[in-house]
C-alpha cells in the first residue's frame, strides 16, 4: 500500500535519492550532498512544500511546490516544480495521486492556481497533467533570464 502525506525535515534523507534522480532525468550530474543541502534548506526553512509517497515506508515518488502569488486574482498560487516517481512505481497512478494531494493543499489553502512547467519532450507527464484538467498556457510566454 501506497501512503502519501506532506514531508518534514525528518524526510530528508528518504527524499535525497528521487530528488537527485529527478534532477538527473533533466540532465544535471548526480550530486547528493547537493540534493541533501538543497532540501533540508528548503524544508527548514519553510520556502516548499512537499508531498512523500512510501510504499513499505520506502520512499517512491515526490511532488515539490513554491508559493507564489497572483497580482492579478489577488490569491496565492503555487508552482509546481518536481513531481517524480521512482522507475519501480511508475504506471500505478502514484503520479496522479501525488498532483491530487498537491492540489488538494492549494485548494485548502484557498489557491487560485497550481502552475507548472515542462519539458517539451516530456510527453508522458504531459498527458497526466493534461488528464488531471491543466491547459497549455497560450495567453502569456514563459521567459527566462539565466544568471
Not at 93 to 117: I, K, P, Q, S, T
Amino acid at each position: 500500500m501506497i501512503e502519501i502525506r506532506r514531508a518534514t525535515t525528518a524526510d530528508v534523507e528518504p527524499l535525497v535519492p528521487l530528488f537527485d534522480a529527478y534532477r538527473q532525468f533533466y540532465g544535471k550530474a548526480a550530486d547528493l550532498p547537493l540534493a541533501r543541502r538543497f532540501l533540508a534548506e528548503r524544508l527548514a526553512q519553510g520556502e516548499s512544500v512537499v508531498f512523500l509517497a512510501e510504499r513499505d515506508r520506502t520512499a517512491c515518488g515526490f511532488t515539490l511546490l513554491y508559493p507564489m502569488f497572483s497580482s492579478l486574482s489577488c490569491r496565492p498560487i503555487w508552482i509546481l516544480s518536481d513531481l517524480y516517481v521512482d522507475p519501480t512505481a511508475r504506471r500505478t497512478g502514484l503520479g496522479r495521486r501525488l498532483m491530487e494531494a498537491a492540489h488538494a493543499f492549494a485548494r485548502a489553502g484557498g489557491a487560485a492556481a497550481v502552475e507548472l512547467d515542462t519539458a517539451h519532450t516530456n510527453t508522458q507527464a504531459q498527458a497526466l497533467y493534461e488528464a488531471l484538467g491543466y491547459r497549455r498556457d497560450l495567453e502569456f510566454r514563459h521567459y527566462v533570464l539565466s544568471l
